[in-house]
């Protein structure tokens, strides 16, 4: 059951214990009402699921001992969303649905185009616990990571995807490499400037409908293409 899961910071195995305080303690107790005796999971965001009793709960900290504990491999397509400064409210949602169809890292950036230039180290807070939140509630054991690089091409590895209009190469006809990015601009699209450094780093333009899409909505459907 992915929402009676919680987030821990060390890989664990059978008999550790284990303390849970703050944003984890309080979905445990008000949210999930967990209480003692009660089984929980636990993940890391890097592979570990395991399981544990609630032992004891207290006003700022709960203690569980594990019961099991086990990891799985990497997952087999690494997809870094090279995603541009898009509205907030866009930008919230492109990486809470992509973090549910399992992009692995998303990368931010300022394109030529985007309305906002930078974000807050609050703002990137709040970006963080969406992402570890679609985490939780789709059932992932890998948790994406999330940086911003000042210029695109700083974001860029492995094999280079873009969405682009003067293209009819759909996305599905692309064979993945084991490192993808793909690349999605800002509301207004990418620059020519910014089409051609892509296509001078190697990227390959791809359609993701015959349907003209919103940032946000392209972010979610290229990568959902390309991950199913």
Not at 93 to 113: D, H, N, P, Q, W
Not at 183 to 196: K, L, V
Not at 198 to 213: D, E, I, M, P, Y
């Amino acid at each position: 059951m992915p929402e009676n899961r919680y987030f821990v910071e060390r890989t664990l195995q059978h008999g550790d214990s284990v303390i849970i305080k703050n944003d984890e303690l309080h979905y445990l107790k008000n949210v999930m009402r967990r209480r003692v005796g009660d089984s929980v999971e636990l993940i890391n965001g890097n592979g570990m699921l395991a399981t544990a009793d609630v032992m004891k709960l207290f006003d700022k900290e709960a203690h569980l001992t594990v019961k099991e504990a086990n990891s799985v491999q990497k997952e087999a397509t690494h997809l870094n969303l090279l995603l541009a400064f898009l509205k907030p409210a866009h930008l919230e949602y492109a990486i809470e649905k992509c973090s549910e169809v399992g992009v692995s890292a998303f990368t931010l950036f300022a394109a030529s185009r985007s309305e906002k230039k930078a974000v807050s180290e609050q703002y990137l807070k709040r970006l963080e616990t969406i992402i570890l939140s679609s985490t939780r509630q789709c059932g992932r054991l890998f948790t994406p990571t999330l940086k911003i690089v000042e210029k695109m091409e700083e974001g860029l590895e492995g094999e280079i995807l873009f969405g682009d209009l003067a293209t009819t190469t759909p996305i599905t006809d692309i064979a993945l490499a084991p490192v993808v990015t793909l690349a999605i601009g800002p509301e207004s699209g990418f620059t020519e400037e910014e089409r051609q450094l892509l296509l001078a780093k190697g990227a390959k333009g791809v359609r993701f409908s015959k349907n003209t899409l919103r940032a946000e909505t392209a972010a979610v459907c290229g990568s959902l293409l390309l991950l199913q």
